[in-house]
């Protein structure tokens, strides 16, 4: 492991998540190792474990998600559109990838207890993998602020669900002390293993579509995967695979957008208090990994945008009713990003662009049902229905 802001290194198996300085760790790949396994087929995530850090397995088949050529937006946009669709994950979404790496690197160094804060989705992840590994997790979330989908599948995985009151960067401060003093291994974000396994989406993408994308495009919360998929593709880039890295474009809800206020105000970084919106995996006011996301955009030559709640809400009825793609609100915000910025021109028509839509649309089946009123129940005749046709 290295440190992103020093350079020290330290052992692998050292049971640390930052540096002694302060500074956010990164796992230093062997590129040595590293093969080329990217000819189109049989895509799954370990079909790159040359890539990745750990010998344990803990899996539940996860990765080799669809990337879809969105062609009915594609037309309406005038753009190459496409979705890696990572709601098809085991647990529907992305956070599987890190915690198949996460979980193993955990038994490797014989932990046998587990732990996370999250605004649903990482703890749903990682109470399935601890299922799997026969290890113990606790999950620790924002009392009131999980959707329905994301609670159900934390307890049915057997995990200790503690409801935090506060929000998700509170229940965080509590995991990471936890983690230093209690004996039990964190799987948030901040540890780089977990990260590992999430840049395969990068890989991924790059073995699906045979060539590097212009521009990638996701929700940005805790702000780990734009780092993790930022890794991948330099990495394949450094391996020598690729001779093209996309522009990375992490997209913020309003409410929540501490890095999309930073970066358009020109300013330095300052977390926001109290982090509010629809898309309550994003809810996040002071993104732990906001360093690395920083240098993934401005290395990439990318941006960040922040999107309303009503913007995010009509690009998931876009990409349901005219893709019959259906992904939670936070997975929306890309579309809902790029849409915005092709109309102010800060991108370009011209180029292709993928969607990372990083959860499935069931995990939160009331914003949906909140919104739509059914119409009155008809009499069971051909009458009636024959009315509701007119
Ligand atoms: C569905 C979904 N999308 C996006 C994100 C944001 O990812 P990150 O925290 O890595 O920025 C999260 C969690 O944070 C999430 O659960
Ligand atoms: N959306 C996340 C927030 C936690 O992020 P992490 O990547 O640090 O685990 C969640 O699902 O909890």
Not at 26 to 33: A, F, G, P, W
Not at 159 to 185: H, Q, T
Request: hydrophobic share 40%; glycine share 10%.
């Amino acid at each position: 492991m290295r440190c992103i802001e020093c350079g020290r290194e330290y052992d692998e198996n050292e049971l640390r998540y930052r540096c002694d300085c302060g500074g956010l760790l990164e796992v230093v790949t062997d590129l040595e190792r590293a093969e080329d396994v990217f000819d189109g087929k049989n895509v799954t995530l370990w079909k790159y474990e040359s890539w990745l850090p750990v010998r344990k397995r803990v899996s539940l088949n996860e990765g080799g998600t669809p990337l879809y050529r969105l062609s009915n937006l594609e037309r309406e946009l005038g753009v190459e559109l496409y979705a890696k669709n990572e709601g098809a994950n085991p647990t529907g979404s992305f956070k599987d990838r890190g915690m198949t790496v996460g979980v193993s690197k955990a038994l490797e160094l014989g932990m046998d207890k587990v732990i996370c804060a999250s605004t649903g989705n990482t703890s749903a992840s990682l109470a399935a993998y601890a299922a799997k590994a026969g290890i113990k997790a606790y999950v620790l979330v924002p009392s009131g602020k999980i959707a329905l989908g994301k609670l159900a599948q934390a307890i049915i995985y057997g995990a200790r669900v503690v409801p935090v009151k506060g929000n998700f960067d509170d229940a965080l401060r509590v995991v990471v002390e936890a983690s230093a003093k209690l004996g039990v291994y964190m799987l948030n974000s901040i540890n780089p293993f977990r990260l590992e396994g999430q840049k395969t989406i990068a890989l991924e993408i790059y073995d699906q579509l045979g060539f590097v994308p212009d521009n990638v495009v996701l929700p940005v919360g805790n702000a780990g995967n734009i780092s993790a998929i930022w890794k991948g593709f330099k990495e394949l880039y450094e391996k020598g695979i690729t001779d093209e890295l996309p522009r990375m474009i992490g997209i913020q809800a309003e409410g929540a957008a501490p890095l999309a206020r930073a970066w358009k105000a020109k300013k330095p970084f300052e977390p926001v208090e109290n982090p509010e919106t629809v898309a309550t995996a994003i809810r996040i006011g002071n993104p732990a990994n906001w360093p690395k996301a920083w240098r993934a955009v401005e290395e990439s030559g990318g941006l960040f945008e922040s999107v309303s709640d009503g913007e995010i809400l009509r690009a998931q009825e876009l990409l349901a009713s005219r893709e019959g793609l259906f992904v939670e609100p936070a997975s929306a915000a890309p579309l809902a990003g790029l849409m915005k910025l092709l109309e102010s021109g800060e991108l370009d028509r011209g180029e292709s662009y993928v969607l990372v839509t990083t959860g499935h649309g069931l995990k939160d089946p009331n914003v949906v049902v909140n919104r739509f009123t059914l119409p009155k129940p008809i009499e069971p005749t051909l009458e009636a229905f024959r009315e509701v046709m007119k």
